[in-house]
């Protein structure tokens, strides 16, 4: 009961406060998604990516060809037409390449770990950045406007549902914020920012 008799006491406290506008609404998820740096970022994220997929297609085709070259020497070995002592050589070559595959694939593996594990870091880090530059801007625009507080409307509870279901126009300062972050930035498109840099 006290639980209720809180909330709606504190529903109470930010109608009063929006009706002087004191407090407004941003979209955290769409600030970071058209910010210029996330794009920027996100170019970066793929590129990494795409290097990353490129070294792993010159190993595969190494791998390939040594391959090809065991089952050579593996068909040679067992040849009748062939000599004892060239099939006996055969096979030692067959050994030696085999080993070289295996140490092959296990490069090719550790190498995807490792980029792996450097490019989620990097998205880490710049992810944090990023939001921490836009949470920067929001507080300096929010106080030069004299603003008591700014809700994220895009925040979701636990069961992916929208916390917040409406906000007035007047009351939401995401447009405002955006248009200060990429300020002198130009070629913003909400289109060029489907993968990269996650939130």
């Known amino acids: 009961m006290k639980r209720a008799i809180w909330i709606v ?3 109470l406290m930010c109608n009063l406060a929006m009706a002087d506008g004191k407090i407004v609404f941003v979209d955290l998820q769409e600030l970071f998604t058209r910010f210029y740096k996330t794009q920027l970022a996100q170019d970066q994220i793929r590129q990494q990516t795409d290097e990353m997929k490129l070294e792993q297609d010159i190993m595969k085709n190494e791998i390939e060809e040594i391959r090809e070259e065991v089952e050579q020497l593996r068909a040679d070995s067992r040849d009748p037409m062939l000599s004892t002592e060239v099939r006996s050589n055969k096979r030692v070559l067959l050994e030696e390449r085999l080993v070289k595959m295996q140490e092959q694939e296990q490069e090719m593996l ?3 770990q490792l980029r792996k594990k450097q490019i989620d ?3 880490t880090r710049m992810t944090k950045k990023l939001f921490d ?3 920067d801007n929001i507080s300096s625009y929010s106080k030069e406007k004299g603003y008591e507080a700014v809700i994220d409307r895009s925040a979701q509870s636990r069961l992916g549902i929208q916390v917040i279901n409406y906000v007035s126009i007047s009351a939401d300062i995401t447009a405002n914020v955006l248009a200060e972050l ?3 930035y130009e070629g913003i ?3 060029n920012t489907d993968s990269g840099v996650n939130p």
């Open 9 to 11: 006491a504190g529903l």
């Open 110 to 112: 550790e190498y995807e």
């Open 189 to 191: 498109t909400s289109e």
């Open 182 to 184: 990429n300020e002198g």
């Open 133 to 135: 530059e836009i949470q």
């Open 121 to 123: 870091e990097q998205n």
